[in-house]
């Protein structure tokens, strides 16, 4: 596993690839940058608005209770609570976000670097492709499949500790998902392809995607490497396919 770590660093640090990596990153950072700027001030006016508005049935039925919130949000020490628990909140889901675009325009460069990496190393043949339509099948099947278990992962988001580890779940999951499929489709045979779904990769293909994702956890870090990911991958699957010991 260290040798293909390496073996991908002296492919992506290359005028080209180097080069491909700029367009996922300034998508990503663009993206980063517009959800960050939108601060803690829209979430205060919104809950300040909401406790006034005679519109909430809830408020409504309790004149006293509207009365407390409204106190309650005007306390500068509330805003300032209120503000920072969005930043926060709101800076994990920016980097989340921002590591999917980034995956998503990874994923239209991965068929030029899946090639780009066989033909310096490989010069496999391919004795047949996996069917776009199964592949956008297959993609949506995951795709529900991560909604369910970010459903079920929801309520524990209020236990404290705990949240922080639980939020990550439907996250790697989707993430391991889209690359398996990404990265699979592009470099394995059709039965091939529907061989390493059924075995979700594989042992180090499911580690490999677990330390990228902490990796993209680090705010820019991750958006760069993003294709440096899926060049290590593509090593990984190609190397399986020729049985060439790197």
Not at 62 to 75: C, D, E, G, P, R
Not at 142 to 168: A, R, T
Request: aromatic residues 16%.
């Amino acid at each position: 596993m260290i040798n293909l770590l390496r073996l991908g660093f002296k492919d992506f640090f290359t005028a080209k690839f180097i080069t491909l990596s700029i367009l996922p990153l300034f998508l990503s950072i663009c993206s980063l940058a517009w959800l960050t700027i939108w601060g803690g001030g829209e979430i205060f006016d919104l809950l300040s608005e909401g406790a006034k508005s005679s519109d909430y049935a809830f408020i409504d039925a309790n004149s006293t209770l509207s009365s407390y919130a409204i106190k309650i949000l005007n306390f500068s020490a509330t805003k300032w609570i209120i503000s920072i628990l969005f930043y926060v909140l709101s800076t994990f889901l920016t980097i989340i976000i921002s590591i999917i675009i980034a995956l998503i325009v990874a994923g239209f460069l991965t068929p030029v670097v899946a090639k780009e990496i066989n033909k310096r190393h490989y010069n496999y043949v391919l004795k047949s492709e996996a069917g776009t339509i199964r592949v956008l099948k297959v993609m949506m099947v995951e795709i529900m499949k991560f909604l369910g278990i970010l459903l079920v992962c929801l309520p524990l988001l209020f236990v404290p500790v705990l949240n922080f580890f639980i939020i990550n779940v439907p996250f790697f999951y989707i993430y391991y998902k889209l690359l398996l499929i990404d990265v699979g489709s592009n470099t394995l045979d059709s039965e091939k392809f529907e061989l390493a779904l059924l075995e979700g990769g594989g042992i180090k293909f499911i580690v490999f995607t677990l330390l990228f994702y902490i990796i993209s956890l680090v705010p820019l870090v991750g958006l760069f490497f993003q294709l440096y990911f899926v060049i290590v991958l593509s090593h990984l699957f190609f190397e399986k396919e020729t049985l060439i010991k790197i």
